[in-house]
């Protein structure tokens, strides 16, 4: 088969003499005893960690890509078939199916996707052919499952499992009315008379196999890309989507390394990554190879004429044509993370090389939850877990954009960190997941107390979320943010939470006076919980709701708050609130002042689709203190206060309106897991936190 890894490695074998790159090589040494009987001892640890798989699950892998072949060979016969072309068109009808990414690179693991392109003949398209027959055709087969297809994506794609393999297929429709079973997809031939979309897809093996041609040793480049996909994963910043470096990106960075240091082992490869890196000098672009121009007239990555360009933080460049910047998705925020953890891996080589630290240390995962004090937290429910996968895809692809917008209307003062890892509470047996965000003030700025209005950002951020076209009843979303001691157990990698670092006393002055998140929306829905003292949240009151009086209207004290009772108007937006019931604890016993703010949240815009499960949100104002969270002390000096608040979509004036609907919604959510959490939260207390407003 087109693609395969063996292929893959024969094509890439080449003199390590011959060197290639847009510069000379940095050195020309080879490894020394040491540095031999360190690579001995990080490949060791890679075997150790389980970043290879069997020779079972290796055979299984072709026999899936081998049956998938011939399921796509079939697919175009039919269809050509169908179509109505003469015989001798329907018996040479082909389809080729070609590998890329980590399986054509040789550096997938065990449990890794499958990233695949089928080729097929000019009259086989997309929309209709790929999305529609073939979709239908997968869905029959017994050895699919979780079939979900993403015709609206950047590159489009089927994504699936056929017989528990996971793989992502694409699809590239040729100007060739045969595809011939030999097809090489490295001509540049291919991309005539094709699609922006087509280009892309084809772009993936195009870049695999030019990344193996370029770098001077293909074995060593491979050791080490495993090792350092591996190290980012464990660090928090391996994820294309949520704007850190994915699997092309890793690989090109690598193979840039590869150049500079031919005759390198991976031990010093490794080390030499973050040497080179940590003084790379953003954005001037990491290439493999000078930027080739084409008369096809597609557009390629030049700052000088595309001003979109220009804005691109992070260019890692890709050597085929069209050349393109892979790794356009990295923002501010997401570049600083990316350069500290840069540091820290630069350090830890260092003590290695003296022999002060093993590769154990190199590999010690990113302490997340301890590096923040605050923190957004996206909450994602649906009615199912097939409809949860393709709610938190959506909501998963957009979060990037939520950090662009917070960097945007604060300047790039208030920083947002988005964690490429999902979290679900295992004593919530509901579809649902959740998102984590730290958030810090930019380093060096010394006034305190500044305050950030993030509403209307999340708003927008709603908005969008609610262009999803294939929405259904019960998908919903909450937006909402919590202090790190307020942090569920459950997302911890040992299920508990560990202790907190002492802070000095230059840094407990600089987290005085903490501010405030403000409600937000204009009914709020407000949670009291006590804290058992061992990082376990227990619910101490039932979940709190806005209450139904007036504005101005005092209602009576008690222990200096006012209490009312209200109904909910959505029982979607009551699965998000019971999620946030092990994440939200009481509030501190000092001062905290509340605005009450009526705005809405839906993502659908309207606040007449109360049985459309809504979205909803409680961010504010963030109030930051001084310094921002820093690699070396892992405490960060924002401080804003919790909210404790997830508010509900309709007004108060339409609750009574949409009670018909809204009992409907419950009584369907109580045939669910959630049934009894439900229950506790149709009635309930509303708190009212004395005071000013402070937001």
Known sequence: ???SVGSGRAAARSSPKRYSGTDPPLSLAGPTVADLQRTAELEKFLVEAGLYEGKDESAKREEVLSEIGQIVKEWVKNLTSKKGYADQLVEQANAVLVTFGSYRL???GPGADIDTLCVGPSYVNREEDFFVTLHGILADKEEVTELQPVPDAHVPVLKF?????SIDLLYASLSLSVIPADFDISQGSVLCDVDEATVRSLNGCRVADQILRLVPDAENFRTTLRCLKYWAKRRGVYSNITGFLGGV???LLVARVCQLYPNAVPSMLVSRFFRVFTQWQWPNPVMLCAIENDDLGFSIWDPRKNPRDRNHLMPIITPAY???????NVSTSTLRVIMEQFQFGNKICQEIELNKANWNALF????FF????????????????????????????RLRQLTLKIERDTKGVLQCHPYPCEYSDPTIECAHCAFYMGLSRKEGLKKRGQKFDIRGTVDEFMREIGMYSLWKPGMDLAVTHVRREHVPSHVFEQGYKKPCPKMHANQQEQSDGDGTLSPYLESQLKRKYDSDGDGHVEVCKSVKRS??????VETPPHLGNSISKVLFDSSVNLVSSVLRSGAQTSPSHDDVNLEQTQLTSSPHGSEDTSASGTSCAAVGAVVLADESSKLGNLTSDVEVDPIQTMAAHTTLECTAQKDETKLEGIRSMASSNCAELLERTILAENLHLSGDEVI
């Open 547 to 552: 209450s139904v009086s007036p504005p101005g």
């Open 322 to 328: 069209p050349c393109m910047n892979s790794s356009y």
């Open 161 to 165: 499992k056929f017989r528990g393999i």
């Open 1 to 3: 088969m087109v693609g």
């Open 364 to 367: 010690e995962p990113f302490c």
């Open 249 to 251: 990106n890793w690989a």
């Open 106 to 108: 040789g550096v997938h």
């Open 370 to 397: 301890e590096a923040y004090r605050k923190f957004l937290v996206v909450d994602i429910v649906a009615e199912d877990d097939d409809d949860l996968r393709l709610w938190k895809g959506w909501v998963e692809s």
